[in-house]
């Protein structure tokens, strides 16, 4: 290797007779130990850089000697005193009379200190998820007991005033004056209401909690089961649904898209401008291995700054004097739609109707 070169080198390169004895220095070993050439030559390497070798230095040195080459990393204190890592690579070389070992050196010492930073955050955050992760089932545990609780203690007392207050009527409807009749009907309704905010809740949690197996759903089964559910549900009352199908088939979980698909149809229907009757357009779009499933109405439409708004739990945009309902349809709908790996979203104005979508995986149809 000409002198010049190994002169204009970056990298720190030495050469040593097989007793350790330094031969050659270069710039860049000066540079990056602080010893002079002059101070260098003739004293042992492995004794001036105070060398830390990943074996002993017989194995060391009988590696280098039996294989001609070694490649690794060394540790070496530089005359200020610091220790810095090195990426090191050695060859034999073999002269007529003696043999030699070039040692070429780059201070990896900084990416060294970066790797072993980033060890300590990755040890950091592997604590911290650990703590949350903990923190998370503790919470779960916690809202399971809840849950139970408001299932089985909170209901109960309100069976108990519903029925109380039907028994009022019936039994001692003779006794009470209009306002008397009026009061009995309207702890009724409370207590009704109150208990179906109640399994809203409940039917909210289970979604965020339940272990869901996706497969095939056909969704025209869905569509028709929830109209013939709406259907019964709304007796006399006038509505139309118009199913433009066949609607393809998706991935999801059967009885979270029922539920979900029920609650938005039930929304369209609820909507409806005073006095017309309910109209509902079901279609789909299949694109890019995916399914869009449309749920249009002719109703009382949103405004644009509320339609976030509205797949909240409890975020109600009408009193429930106009509207029935307990302000967590639609967030159960978004919640079943995430569990399911879909998306959910809206297109809608005042006065012009509602365009609601989700959005899932498609399933291949049956041939």
Not at 45 to 64: G, R
Not at 95 to 120: C, G, M, Q, S, Y
Not at 239 to 268: D, K, M, W, Y
Request: glycine residues 10%.
């Amino acid at each position: 290797m000409p002198a010049r070169l190994i002169e204009m080198a970056h990298d720190a390169i030495l050469v040593w007779e097989p007793d350790g004895t330094i031969v050659l220095w270069n710039r860049g070993a000066e540079e990056l130990y602080g010893y002079t050439m002059a101070e260098a030559l003739g004293r042992r390497s492995h004794d001036l850089l105070q060398t830390t070798f990943p074996v002993d230095l017989d194995a060391f040195l009988s590696a280098v000697g039996m294989n001609g080459e070694w490649r690794g990393e060394l540790g070496h204190t530089t005359r200020d005193g610091r220790r810095v890592v090195v990426e090191s690579r050695l060859a034999r070389i073999d002269e007529p009379d003696h043999n030699l070992v070039l040692e070429i050196n780059r201070d990896i010492t900084e990416r060294k200190r970066a790797e072993e930073e980033i060890r300590k955050l990755n040890g950091d955050l592997e604590a911290r998820v650990a703590r949350r992760t903990a923190d998370l089932e503790e919470l779960n545990a916690q809202l399971a007991a809840f849950t139970y609780s408001i299932s089985h203690d909170l209901r109960a007392p309100l069976r108990a005033i519903h029925s109380l207050a039907d028994a009022l009527r019936e039994d001692y409807d003779d006794r009470l004056d209009d306002v008397g009749r009026d009061y009995t009907r309207r702890i009724s309704g409370s207590a009704h209401r109150l208990d179906e905010m109640i399994q809203d809740l409940l039917a909210y949690s289970r979604l965020g909690r339940a272990e869901m197996t996706l497969q095939r759903v056909d969704l025209d089964v869905v569509v028709d089961q929830s109209i013939a559910a709406l259907r019964g549900a709304a007796g006399d009352e006038p509505c139309c649904f118009e199913v433009r199908g066949p609607l393809p088939p998706v991935i999801g979980h059967p009885s979270t898209l029922a539920q979900v698909v029920g609650n938005l149809l039930g929304n369209a229907l609820k909507f409806h401008q005073p006095g017309e009757q309910p109209t509902v357009v079901i279609r789909a779009e299949p694109s890019g291995g995916r399914v869009r499933l449309w749920v249009e109405d002719s109703g009382i439409g949103i405004a644009p700054e509320h339609q976030e708004r509205i797949f909240r739990v409890f975020e109600r945009l009408h009193g429930i004097e106009s509207y029935p309902g307990t302000g967590i349809g639609l967030a159960i709908v978004k919640k079943g739609v995430e569990r399911m790996g879909g998306r959910v979203g809206l297109e809608s104005s005042p006065g012009a109707g509602s365009r609601f979508w989700i959005e899932l995986p498609a399933a291949e149809a049956r041939s």
